[in-house]
């Protein structure tokens, strides 16, 4: 079992940043494939950016350039760097995490991860 626990969200403006965090316990961000997701109101949760145990990143063509994803296996913490943030990126962000083997590609689809996180409001003002 895994728990996810997010924090780091807030208002900011166009063209900010913004750094997400999850800590995770009841296991190790090193032996899990790991990914961060969003939902805006009245729209369905997508997958932002994910990071498989392999260390290997995926991100969704619209954060591309934008947002970097990774793991500190010393606090056992997944994070998110947002940066040039937009409007669009308004939404409430989640954690996910999933157990998986060094050969795994990871993902960012929502159907692969088991474990959630509550999430974390992220609020972009144009």
């Known amino acids: 079992q895994v728990q996810l626990v997010e924090s780091g969200g807030g208002s900011v403006e166009a063209g900010g940043s913004l750094r997400l965090s999850c800590v995770a316990s009841?296991?190790?961000?090193?032996?899990?494939?790991m990914a961060w997701f969003r939902q805006a109101p009245g729209k369905e949760r997508e997958g932002v950016a994910g990071?498989?145990?392999?260390?290997?990143?995926t991100f969704a063509d619209s954060v591309k350039g934008r947002f970097t994803i990774s793991k500190d296996s010393g606090k056992n913490t997944l994070h998110l760097q947002m940066a040039s943030l937009k409007a669009e990126d308004t939404a409430m962000y989640y954690c996910?995490?999933?157990?998986?083997?060094?050969?795994?590609?990871?993902?960012?689809?929502?159907?692969?991860?088991?474990?959630w996180g509550q999430g974390t409001q992220v609020t972009v003002s144009s």
């Open positions: 996910a995490a999933e157990p998986c083997s060094i050969a795994s590609p990871g993902s960012i689809a929502e159907p692969f991860f088991q474990y």
């Open positions: 009841g296991d190790s961000v090193s032996s899990n494939c």
């Open positions: 990071v498989a145990t392999n260390g290997r990143t």
